[in-house]
């Protein structure tokens, strides 16, 4: 789970202003954020199934806002693919 801290600096780095939270870019940095500590305690604890079934739905998420980011905004989203090492 993502502190606000943490939430905090996704949305600077990737909102138009400092309570930028519903934005594109901003929703897809956050779901990335969410999967990389997800993955990582899956590595820990490989037969947390129910926690791995999250993971597959937070990645089916950001790659339906992605394509949806491709789609509407093409710059954005070869912006936020470099940033993010997707």
């Known amino acids: ?6 939430k905090k600096t996704v949305v600077k780095e ?12 901003v929703q897809i940095g956050l779901l990335s954020k969410q999967i990389a500590e997800l993955a990582q305690h899956l590595k820990g604890h490989p037969k947390d199934n129910h926690s791995r079934r999250g993971l597959l739905k937070m990645v ?7 394509k949806y980011l491709e789609k509407h905004d093409e710059k954005a989203y070869k912006t ?6 997707l």
């Not at 789970?1 to 943490?6: A, D, F, G, I, S």
Request: proline content about 3%.
């Open 14 to 25: 990737h909102g138009s202003h400092d309570t930028d939270t519903g934005s594109m870019p």
């Open 60 to 66: 089916g998420k950001r790659r339906r806002l992605l």
């Open 80 to 85: 936020l693919i470099k940033k993010l090492d």
């Open 1 to 6: 789970m993502l502190t606000n801290r943490k």
